[in-house]
């Protein structure tokens, strides 16, 4: 069975920083890399960023400049460093993974989310 843990949320203020990180036990399709989504009260969730198997990183274009996916050598733990924080960010955050086989790399395995509040 897979799982993926996040942890590191939190409350700050704006400006300030939080790193979450992902730990993943079990088997996934490393190959499809992983993501970040976040989703905000009463919202559908939404892509973040995602880094793939080569370490090239991805970012929608509100978090850009100021958030940054990584992973450790291994791929486990998956982080996301978020600076400069803005109210808009509050939300709970996502890791997520593929662990079915088949043609493409769609996320099937996602975590419990941690949630991320920041104040003005």
């Known amino acids: 069975q897979v799982q993926l843990v996040e942890s590191g949320g939190g409350s700050v203020q704006a400006g300030g920083s939080l790193k979450l990180s992902c730990v993943v036990s079990?088997?996934?399709?490393?190959?499809?890399?992983m993501g970040w989504y976040r989703q905000y009260p009463g919202k559908k969730r939404e892509w973040v960023a995602s880094i793939r198997s080569d370490g090239t990183t991805f970012y929608v274009s509100s978090v850009k400049g100021r958030f940054t996916i990584s992973q450790d050598k291994s791929g486990n733990p998956l982080y996301l460093q978020m600076n400069s924080l803005k109210t808009e960010d509050s939300a709970v955050y996502y890791c997520a993974a593929r662990t079915g086989s088949g043609w493409g790399c769609d996320f099937d395995a996602w975590g419990q989310g941690t949630q991320v509040t920041v104040s003005s």
């Open positions: 079990g088997s996934i399709f490393t190959h499809c890399g």
